[in-house]
């Protein structure tokens, strides 16, 4: 019996949601027991070999094939992007939470794109606010200003998104459903309303689930996060992750320098002419002291 290559869209109980790569079909597929056994399970993204007798609905993942890179919370294997969507109201963004989040991203070496969303909310008030972040973010990161309710740039994100694997993430309440209904209204996703107690969003999405569009391209809807830890991140290396450390690192009196607490350092250097910008450095101290601290737990 030949076997058949998919890609795992859902992951549910001992049974997994395949999409077949030749066909475009969705089928369900078990694991075999020797899976089980060794306790290895699919993920979302997984690419798989499946076998599938004709007189049987049900397929049999036979392989998970290696992974080029995974995402942690949610998981999410062989990915090209990851979308960081993120408002300035409704809720408000957490710049800390951001730059976790983009710390996850680069470690795996994913190209980066941060949707700004609900701009329609902004008032005259708001655009100090707005400015600070793309002044932050823009000149790191393609940063794509959007309104659901005035179908803003919708071309522009759907071209990005077009024939890519992309992780679809941020916090509860910032939008995502309702972005993935505007460049793509065939999906028809439920779509929550923020709390007005909490000005926070509600759960609209409980579990990650890679979606296939029209146009080309597959997103993992994922379920809204307020925080992220550091998975997997040694202290030494988290200074690799804010990219626009590297050209001064150069000018640190020390090779291992990790830009804290040495002297003659070129990127507290240029944090203090501007060069870096100071949140961005703030939130690498607290990312490194949180790393730092777990491992004296250990």
């Known amino acids: 019996m030949s076997w058949n290559k998919g890609i795992v869209t859902r992951f549910h109980s001992n049974m997994a949601t395949v999409n077949d790569l030749k066909t475009n079909t969705s089928l369900e597929c078990v694991l075999r027991g020797k899976f089980k056994v060794q306790?290895?399970?699919?993920?979302?993204?997984?690419?798989?070999?499946?076998?599938?007798?004709?007189?049987?609905?049900?397929?049999?993942?036979?392989?998970?094939?290696?992974?080029?890179?995974?995402?942690?919370?949610?998981?999410?294997?062989?990915?090209?992007?990851?979308?960081?969507?993120?408002?300035?109201?409704?809720?408000?963004?957490?710049?800390?939470?951001?730059?976790?989040?983009?710390?996850?991203?680069?470690?795996?070496?994913?190209?980066?794109?941060?949707?700004?969303?609900k701009i329609?909310?902004?008032?005259?008030?708001?655009?100090?606010?707005?400015?600070?972040?793309?002044?932050?973010?823009?000149?790191?990161?393609?940063?794509?200003?959007?309104?659901?309710?005035?179908?803003?740039?919708?071309?522009?994100?759907?071209?990005?998104?077009?024939?890519?694997?992309?992780t679809l993430a941020g916090m509860s309440g910032v939008g995502k459903s309702s972005i993935l209904n505007m460049i793509n209204p065939g999906l028809k996703l439920r779509i929550g309303n923020i709390s007005d107690k909490l000005k926070r969003g509600k759960h609209t999405t409980t579990h990650s689930e890679l979606l296939r569009f029209d146009f080309g391209g597959f997103v993992a809807d994922t379920p809204g996060f307020a925080n992220i830890e550091t998975y997997n991140i040694e202290k030494e290396n988290l200074k690799d992750y804010f990219y626009e450390f590297y050209q001064y690192s150069r000018y640190c009196q020390f090779v291992d320098c990790?830009?804290?607490?040495?002297?003659?350092?070129?990127?507290?250097?240029?944090?203090?002419?501007?060069?870096?910008?100071?949140?961005?450095?703030?939130?690498?101290?607290?990312i490194y002291s949180e790393i730092e601290k777990k491992v004296k737990k250990w």
């Open 39 to 117: 306790k290895i399970r699919p993920i979302v993204g997984d690419y798989i070999e499946y076998s599938k007798d004709d007189n049987n609905p049900i397929g049999k993942i036979e392989n998970i094939l290696e992974r080029k890179n995974i995402l942690y919370r949610p998981s999410i294997a062989n990915l090209d992007q990851v979308i960081l969507v993120t408002t300035l109201k409704y809720p408000e963004v957490d710049f800390l939470i951001v730059d976790k989040f983009i710390v996850q991203a680069e470690k795996e070496d994913l190209d980066i794109i941060i949707v700004l969303n």
């Open 258 to 286: 990790q830009h804290v607490n040495e002297p003659n350092c070129g990127v507290k250097a240029a944090v203090r002419q501007e060069e870096i910008s100071q949140s961005r450095y703030d939130n690498y101290l607290s």
């Open 120 to 166: 329609d909310l902004l008032t005259d008030e708001d655009q100090k606010l707005k400015e600070k972040f793309l002044n932050i973010y823009s000149n790191l990161y393609t940063v794509i200003e959007t309104s659901t309710k005035q179908n803003l740039n919708v071309e522009i994100i759907r071209e990005k998104m077009k024939n890519k694997v992309s």
